[in-house]
């Protein structure tokens, strides 16, 4: 195996060369779970430790390795390396944090595609789809619709689905699969390219896991039944993992989300919801909110049925999202600005009373 199979290209090797790196070697972080890292090389998988000066020099979470980095590492144990510097990542998939109000959660890094899987059998919802092409659409990866578990619906709700789905999609590949009959499987496995890097995105319980097995070619991830008292999935996947494909991809498999927050997504949306942006700018009122101003572009087109009014509410809701992280980041700054102030005029004034 070379490190090109995994991805690795001539501008990472520049990177490497120019930050005077290459007396240490290459590596790509394949798992993560809790600041515990597997590393594989051309050789073998490593455990895989940040060192001191890495960990401390960190101000946020993301400047921590990420599943699909490139680092450069040194060996220390037959099985053990340290993890010297994270390489620049070409591409990032990343939401808003749960919980922690103006941080991002990278999901992954140095991805080409992402599956963003969508069971048609339980909660539909094209405005999750929606959002998770937003979220790719910001980190310029492409992504690709797959509607599983079809051999749960008939003919006739999967074309409505489908049909519903192009309405409001236009920017990604729509494929159709069951991993119960295997119908699409193949078909999904000829787009695969090697040394691509794809990323499962999706709730639990929508077939990623039992979608990784096949494509692998075995029972490497454990599945789990949907619940029947919720009718929602299990956590079966706990850490992203990267895997290599017998067709030379590469697949980031990720836990299930039920929260899919959006950051800075702004040339996201414009690209998502390219129609409706695209009126936006055409309107003639400067300040205009779009949603009751008599002679609006937008509400005119909402009238006309131009524009889908389940799409522009989606669209509504995640551009408040976007300005309200925005907001808090900008808070938080501030915030930090301010403390820096008051932690040098607390040193000066101390300085002076020496003197």
């Known amino acids: 195996m070379r490190l090109e199979d995994l991805g690795y290209h001539t501008e990472l090797e520049n990177y490497r060369k120019d930050q005077n790196l290459d007396s240490f070697g290459v590596g790509r972080v394949i798992s993560e779970h809790k ?60 939401r808003q944090s749960v919980g922690k109000q103006g941080e991002k959660q990278i999901i992954a890094s140095n991805i080409d595609y992402a599956f963003i899987v969508q069971a048609v059998d339980r909660d539909f919802s094209i405005n999750r789809i929606e959002r998770y092409l ?11 619709v797959i509607l599983n578990k079809i051999d749960l ?6 074309t409505k689905m489908i049909s519903s789905l192009h309405e409001r999609v236009h920017s990604a590949p729509i494929l ?47 599945t789990a039944a949907i619940s029947e008292s919720s009718n929602r999935g299990r956590h079966i996947t706990s850490h992203r993992e990267m895997h290599i494909l017998e067709n030379g991809g590469i697949i980031i498999d990720n836990p299930g989300m039920r929260e899919v927050g959006i950051a800075d997504s702004a040339s996201g949306l414009e690209i998502t919801f390219e129609t409706i942006v695209a009126l936006s700018k055409r309107c003639k009122f400067k300040d205009c909110t779009h949603t009751t101003e008599t002679g609006c572009v937008l509400v005119a ?9 389940l799409s522009y509410e989606n669209y509504l809701r995640m551009e408040r999202e976007k300005e309200h992280f925005e907001s808090t980041v900008a808070e938080r700054r501030k915030k930090d600005k301010d403390f820096g102030k008051m932690i040098k005029n607390y040193k000066k004034g101390k300085k002076n009373k020496k003197n």
């Open 153 to 158: 619906v008939s003919e006739a709700e999967l």
């Open 176 to 222: 159709a699969i069951s991993n119960e009959s295997h119908k699409g499987i193949e078909e999904l496995k000829q787009i695969i390219e090697k040394a691509k890097t794809y990323c499962l995105l999706g709730s639990s319980g929508v077939g990623k896991s039992t979608l990784l097995n096949h494509l692998l070619g075995k029972d490497l991830m454990r």
């Open 35 to 94: 600041e515990r890292y597997i590393v594989k090389t051309t050789e073998k998988e490593y455990d895989g430790e940040i060192i001191g000066n890495l960990r401390f020099s960190a101000s946020k979470r993301s400047d921590f390795p990420a599943v699909g980095d490139w680092v450069a590492i040194s060996e220390y144990d037959e099985d053990k390396v340290l993890i010297h510097a994270v390489f620049p990542r070409q591409t990032i998939i990343e």
């Open 301 to 309: 087109a909402l009238e006309s049925g131009e524009i889908d009014s």
């Open 134 to 144: 937003t979220i790719c659409n910001t980190s310029k990866v492409k992504p690709i």
